[in-house]
């Protein structure tokens, strides 16, 4: 992430290492999701599938006791992951693994809940819960968050950014049924509410980017990422009243 000459990657990561988020949350709406959940103990298993560096991780640790592992794909998170971990004090139950959401390495039927912010779309949604469903207990929790439309309007700009970006956006009621479909019991689903995305995420996430611009000034590659980040900055503005973020909770039956 030195790099002279920096990759649209190696600034991603750069980006994000040291931010407490990688992607809109908050800690009221953790708390509101964990709300309809059943009690867990220290003997539960829990997997935060791309946990990135960990803040909602440390957060769920908080709330939950049990063992928690955290799963990204990138070792530089997974690294700071199991720094925040250390510094807590909790790496004796959370631990932090290189790992891919679609191919996870548990054993089937061992997690008692999988925890997932803002990645699932990576994989696609109806892929992502269907995978995960097998290593799932009979009665356990997935909670996850992931990009849905609001309204029944669907602007075209909104929909090329997220297709682009190599996700998409479905209805809230298709999620649901896609959900059910899937192998799990709906139990809930709300929006994440803006300070999520614009103090949360977006505002941190620029401070760090004008740090790049000032890092590497004059690099056409950190002028293109900026602008990119940017409109989405700009698109969510605009347009945030047709789509966001939404938690889907459901049990495995």
């Not at 960990?54 to 199991?82: C, K, R, S």
């Not at 290593?135 to 909670?143: C, D, Q, R, S, Y």
Request: aromatic share 14%; hydrophobic share 40%; glycine share 8%.
């Amino acid at each position: 992430m030195e790099a002279k000459h920096p990759s649209m990657l190696d600034l991603l990561l750069e980006t994000h290492i040291d931010l407490e988020r990688q992607g809109p949350g908050s800690s009221e709406a953790i708390e509101q999701a964990l709300g309809f959940l059943k009690p867990f103990n220290r003997f539960s298993e829990i997997a935060d599938l791309g946990c990135g560096t960990g803040g909602q991780t440390m957060l769920l640790a908080q709330y939950l006791p049990g063992t928690i592992t955290g799963l990204d794909m990138f070792p530089e998170f997974i690294d700071t992951f199991n720094k925040n971990a250390k510094s807590r004090n909790l790496a004796n139950r959370v631990t932090g693994m290189v790992g891919f959401m679609e191919a996870l390495p548990f054993q089937k039927n061992s997690l008692d809940l999988i925890w997932s912010e803002g990645a699932i779309d990576n994989i696609g949604f109806e892929e992502g819960l269907s995978h995960w469903h097998d290593f799932l207990k009979e009665g356990g929790f997935v909670a996850v968050t992931s990009p849905s439309w609001l309204t029944k309007e669907h602007p075209g700009t909104v929909e090329r950014f997220w297709s682009d970006a190599g996700s998409r956006l479905d209805r809230i009621s298709d999620n649901i049924e896609t959900m059910q479909k899937c192998g799990y019991q709906f139990i809930a689903s709300f929006a994440l509410p803006e300070p999520c995305w614009t103090e949360n995420y977006f505002i941190p996430r620029e401070a760090a980017i004008n740090r790049l611009l000032e890092k590497y000034a004059g690099n056409e590659t950190v002028l293109a990422y900026a602008a990119q980040n940017r409109y989405e900055t700009e698109l969510y503005s605009k347009y945030s009243q047709y789509y966001g973020y939404v938690f889907y909770i459901g049990r495995a039956i």
